[in-house]
């Protein structure tokens, strides 16, 4: 975007960062005190070049939520209610377990695996599974 449009995102309260910086903390900006400055206090005219400024490579910083971890219970809790769970430690790329149709399984078998390609029916945690505290739960 340009920084006119990256400009009015700022008075709308978010942090922005221009892509020919590295990023670094003090490469995120936002408007303090009425003048657009970094976490350092900085000014946004003594980090970016006015050539910089005048492209369309400003972006909006999306801050990380820091995930929250679970045991077993938390996560079967977490599965009756419709979530998703997955694991830190699992090995297949964007998997997850959910009950279908959000009703309540009477076995383990009716719980299913999915991942970015199959769907597994059917989960046996292991006893490192059945001990873990690393489950979460998956944003849509």
């Avoid at 990256?6 to 003090?26: P, Q, W």
């Avoid at 006015?50 to 929250?68: A, G, N, Q, V």
């Amino acid at each position: 975007m340009l920084f006119e449009e990256a400009l009015k995102e700022m008075r709308n309260g978010k942090k922005v960062y221009h892509k020919c910086l590295i990023m670094k903390k003090d490469d995120i900006f936002e408007i303090k005190d009425g003048s657009i400055k970094n976490q350092d206090g900085e000014y946004l005219g003594d980090k970016v070049s006015s050539s910089c400024m005048l492209t369309d490579s400003w972006h909006i910083y999306e801050e990380k939520k820091e995930t929250e971890y679970f045991d077993i219970g938390e996560a079967i809790k977490r599965l009756k209610q419709g979530k998703k769970i997955s694991h830190k430690y699992w090995r297949f790329p964007g998997g997850y377990i959910i009950i279908p149709n959000f009703s309540l399984p009477t076995s383990l078998h009716q719980i299913i695996i999915r991942d970015d390609h199959y769907i597994y029916e059917g989960w046996e945690p292991t006893s490192n599974d059945l001990l873990s505290e690393e489950y979460y739960e998956v944003e849509e």
